[in-house]
């Protein structure tokens, strides 16, 4: 049984930096995917990055070249460094994990972008 715990999240002015980290516990096996959602009020949960086990990358369009997606297989964890923050990336982040055909979730932390 897996557990997803997030942090990282937190309040910062438009242009700042913020890292999130995930870690996946009760994994017995490497997983496929993790990666990172987004849900802002009032729309819906999206994509923002994944990165498989073997290194590729994916990135919604909106934060290509302003986020960089890692992990570390070893320990089961996943990393969103975000750069060049703006209001528009405001919601609620949730971490992923695709393990086994199964996907898990962390609870969601709350990243806030001010003008």
């Known amino acids: 049984q897996a557990q997803v715990l997030e942090s990282g999240g937190g309040s910062v002015l438009a242009g700042g930096s913020l890292r999130l980290s995930c870690a996946a516990s009760?994994?017995?096996?490497?997983?496929?995917?993790m990666g990172w959602y987004r849900q802002a009020p009032g729309k819906q949960r999206e994509l923002v990055a994944h990165?498989?086990?073997?290194?590729?990358?994916y990135y919604t369009e909106s934060v290509k070249g302003r986020f960089t997606i890692s992990r570390d297989n070893a320990k089961n964890e996943v990393y969103l460094q975000m750069n060049s923050l703006k209001p528009e990336d405001t919601a609620v982040y949730y971490c992923?994990?695709?393990?086994?055909?199964?996907?898990?979730w962390g609870q969601g932390t709350q990243v806030t972008v001010s003008s």
């Open positions: 992923y994990v695709d393990v086994a055909g199964r996907a898990y």
């Open positions: 990165q498989s086990s073997s290194g590729g990358t």
């Open positions: 009760g994994v017995t096996s490497t997983p496929y995917l």
